[in-house]
């Protein structure tokens, strides 16, 4: 599970560079621009010096919160459940899973049902997870003319917590949709395709199923089920 993780990061390594990489090159340009007016010494000039400090410290800021994600989601962990706000663990995911998702033209939009707040899991995995059905679902619509992302929770009939990830994108045939979950079953031309089968490992660890089905219009819906944490839940 942790080395499906760096593999996951390996995949994205050009995109988090990019999204490292752009808060960087505003921080040297806000610089430079504060030396030449710091050095011409113009009084008129210090609102737009303290303008453009204030701009670098946020780009700053920015770029450490990326790396922060990064060695979050990478780290071992403990490795122990621990009672979660499931939309939080979602949003931390989401954070990472995205980068580079506007370069993409992809339209994300998030539909969380308050009933599904609180659960009991390992919020590492559950985010690998999410990453990897979110990183899959933007992929599938790099060519389709619609892209558009629904991130969404519900109750399902048996009271669990269920998350969806839908996408508008090429969709998949039946007998491709049954394996998708073996080991090294993928659809992808440099895929390994372990990380639908870490994933499920990962949810039925957890005492919950995941599946796919074919998105109403077009694309494929990615569900997955965790159990609802309730007062006996952590002692259980």
Request: a negative charge; one cysteine or more.
């Amino acid at each position: 599970i942790h080395v499906s993780r760096l593999l996951a990061m390996g995949e994205m390594a050009s995109t988090l560079a990019h999204e490292i990489n752009q808060p960087l090159s505003a921080i040297a340009h806000l610089l430079t621009g504060s030396r030449r007016l710091i050095e011409r010494g113009r009084e008129e000039d210090k609102p737009k010096i303290t303008d453009a400090l204030d701009k670098a410290a946020a780009q700053a800021l920015r770029a450490g919160d990326v790396i922060h994600r990064m060695r979050a989601f990478v780290g071992r962990g403990d490795n122990e459940p621990t009672l979660e706000n499931l939309p939080k663990v979602i949003e931390e995911a989401s954070a990472l899973a995205l980068i580079g998702a506007k370069e993409h033209r992809v339209d994300v939009r998030y539909q969380m049902d308050p009933r599904a707040g609180a659960v009991f899991c390992d919020r590492v995995q559950i985010q690998q997870v999410l990453l990897n059905l979110i990183r899959n679902g933007i992929e599938a619509m790099y060519q389709a003319p619609k892209r558009e992302l629904v991130i969404s929770t519900s109750i399902d009939s048996a009271g669990d917590a269920l998350v969806s990830v839908a996408d508008t994108g090429t969709g998949m045939t039946d007998e491709v949709r049954d394996q998708l979950f073996q080991p090294f079953m993928t659809t992808k031309a440099e895929g390994m395709g372990v990380g639908l089968s870490i994933s499920r490992s990962i949810i039925e660890s957890h005492g919950g199923r995941i599946w796919a089905e074919p998105n109403k219009d077009c694309g494929t819906i990615f569900k997955f089920t965790l159990p609802l944490a309730n007062e006996e839940t952590p002692h259980e």
